[in-house]
């Protein structure tokens, strides 16, 4: 079975649970503190992107445990980690241009990461052209969008993010969304970040036009955090340790009863908050150096 997934980490996990060998990739691997891991997948030939299905790059995931408990100082202490990686991929100088754009939503909680995580980024490009400045030493010219999605506005959403691109002319977009998972566990745990773009929807087969520096024409960074996983997903995978446990006859089944669907945790809610305030503080620390720290 193919399952739906967003995230590198997890197709690297699929590669080793089929021993298969996949060339092509470098991973890294560091521990943070007790509660933050950091793994760094680097996709560096024809090859591993074949393997991982996925565009070469390089591609973080931040593995964090205890968001939903409120360990001490948790969300702060991620949204660092999130913003020394970010500070690799974006660093800073004193003409930085940025977009942060929100993908999703609103109105669907597990698809409104984007839009709350941009509500609460601090935009300054209005303030640039009030004065009339260049650049500035301790914050970037940065500006926000929501453009929401293809079945409430009828447009396809990378065209309007061209558009805007062309109007604010960036150094680099950051692309904030929801992503899918096939484990469960991921979804309060996990943020993967990546310089290679995002297609909007890949991870339920539902994909769109892939904003990219190939189509915008300037850096593309994209953050996401799992909050959905495919209901097939979720019974193969639980039922993997069960004995005599017949994979086809079960895809057959969920075929035959037209089985899917997606879904998303209880606390989901609680998720979108919690990772829209880890990621818009990393992304204010990070485009902002002089204000945030």
């Known amino acids: 079975m193919q399952y739906r997934t967003d995230l590198a980490i997890e197709n690297q996990e699929l590669l080793d649970e089929a021993r ?106 209005h303030l640039f052209d009030m004065f009339g400045a260049d650049g500035d030493w301790e914050m970037a010219n940065v500006s926000g969008f929501n453009p929401s999605v293809t079945g409430v506005t009828g447009m396809e959403t990378a065209d309007l993010i061209e558009k805007i691109v062309s109007l604010t002319k960036p150094d680099v977009v950051i692309i904030v969304d929801s992503l899918a998972a096939r484990n469960m566990e991921r979804m309060s745990t996990t943020i993967q970040l990546c310089d290679t773009g995002i297609e909007p929807g890949a991870g339920m ?32 995978e639980a039922a993997e340790n069960i004995d005599s446990w017949d994979e086809a006859a079960a895809e057959k089944y969920m075929e035959r009863k037209e089985l899917d669907m997606i879904v998303t945790s209880t606390d989901i809610d609680e998720i979108i908050k919690d990772f829209s305030d880890i990621i818009a503080n990393a992304i204010n620390i990070t485009l902002h150096p002089g204000i945030y720290s």
Do not use: W
């Open 205 to 236: 087969g539902n994909r769109r036009k892939p904003i990219s520096e190939a189509t915008l024409g300037c850096k593309v960074v994209s953050v996401g955090v799992p909050t959905v996983i495919d209901s097939r997903t979720l019974i193969m």
């Open 20 to 125: 298969q060998r996949a060339v092509g990739y470098i991973k890294k691997q560091k521990q943070i503190d007790e509660d933050i891991c950091v793994t760094e997948i680097i996709i560096n030939s024809e090859e591993g992107a074949r393997a991982f299905n996925k565009a070469q790059g390089n591609y973080i995931t931040i593995e964090v445990e205890g968001i939903l408990e409120q360990k001490d100082n948790i969300k702060e202490r991620a949204a660092h980690a999130l913003a020394h990686e970010l500070k690799k991929m974006i660093p800073f100088n004193y003409y930085l241009k940025a977009l942060v754009v929100g993908l999703g939503n609103e109105k669907v909680t597990p698809d409104s990461l984007g839009p709350h995580t941009i509500d609460k980024v601090k935009i300054t490009a």
